[in-house]
């Protein structure tokens, strides 16, 4: 993999977009982008967590701890979807589909409020702004992935350490729940996973403590590219062949005694990814 970014503390929601790269900062508070620019970082009153663009082009950001959508207007996310009447906890990832629906994580417990783990849940945002639960018991959810031409959507658990696919049904609705690939079983007892991609032949996903970025099918380990001390957080494709992924670097030190002394430093890296196939 070779280095495309510095600068970030935490690299959450990495998506690409005409020729730009997004993410999120999360510990640092900052929205990055190399659009219309050098990378850099815009400082944010409200940070976001999930990102994906609208049909319309605009990007929306799950706000972590305001439980609302916005949308980004070159200074802030403003207002889009207020989801507090149905989030139990901060907002997570975040995914789209043509039609302007979104399927965003309620986490369920804010773990640096020293909350106790609670199930999660996936909220559905309809296009018209209309907001409801469409799945629960969820395991800290995080990534989100439509597959199979967007029939199936697939969650990332990175307490059961699996991650989980769903039916879309014609309404929006989650059904058949099952499990796509038990990450535990396939990469390692250390495999957790974080963001996860759609890829034509599977999912990426990011494997945080796994130390690796690996792409799996239903039930199966298809590539495995190991990033030695670094845990990846998140990923993103460009639709031609290069997976961005975010890489955090401890020092060392285990990831929650270094994201409570906030001395972990993020890259971005670019991934070949018509080359990975070699690396398993």
Same mark, same amino acid.
């Given at each position: 993999m070779k280095e495309y970014a510095t600068g970030m503390t935490w690299g959450e929601g990495p998506r690409w977009q005409h020729g730009a790269l997004w993410l999120s900062d999360t510990q640092g508070g900052k929205l990055w982008t190399d659009h219309d620019g050098p990378w850099r970082g815009i400082p944010l009153d409200a940070v976001p967590n999930g990102l994906w663009f609208l049909p319309d082009g605009g990007l929306a950001g799950a706000m972590m701890y305001e439980r609302r959508i916005g949308v980004w207007t070159g200074e802030r996310f403003d207002a889009y979807a207020d989801l507090s009447a149905v989030a139990t906890g901060p907002l997570g990832d975040m995914a789209g589909d043509p039609y302007g629906n979104l399927y965003v994580d309620d986490v369920g417990f804010a773990a640096h409020a020293g909350e106790p783990v609670r199930p999660g849940r996936v909220?559905?945002?309809?296009?018209?702004?209309?907001? %409801?639960?469409?799945?629960?018991?969820? +395991? @800290?959810p995080? %990534?989100?992935? @439509?597959v199979? !031409?967007?029939?199936?959507?697939?969650v990332a658990e990175t307490i059961r350490q699996r991650l989980t696919a769903f039916t879309v049904a014609a309404d929006g /609705?989650?059904? &058949?729940?099952?499990?796509? /690939?038990?990450? /535990?079983?396939?990469? &390692? +007892? !250390? /495999?957790?996973?974080?963001?996860?991609w759609a890829a034509p032949d599977g999912v990426w996903v990011a494997t945080?403590?796994?130390?690796?970025?690996?792409?799996v099918r239903e039930n199966e380990l298809v590539t495995s590219v190991g990033t030695g001390t670094l845990l990846p957080i998140a990923c993103c494709g460009d639709g031609g062949g290069r997976l961005f992924v975010?890489?955090?670097?401890?020092?060392?030190?285990?990831? &929650? +005694?270094a994201m409570a002394h906030k001395a972990v430093r993020t890259t971005v890296a670019l991934l070949d990814v018509t080359k990975a196939g070699d690396a398993l």
């Open positions: 909220l559905r945002v309809a296009a018209d702004g209309t907001v %409801g639960v469409a799945a629960e018991d969820i +395991e @800290f995080n %990534g989100l992935a @439509f199979d !031409d967007g029939r199936t959507l697939v /609705a989650l059904t &058949g729940r099952r499990t796509y /690939a038990d990450l /535990a079983r396939l990469v &390692g +007892e !250390d /495999a957790r996973p974080d963001g996860i945080t403590t796994g130390h690796a970025v690996v792409l975010t890489l955090a670097d401890t020092g060392g030190r285990p990831l &929650g +005694e």
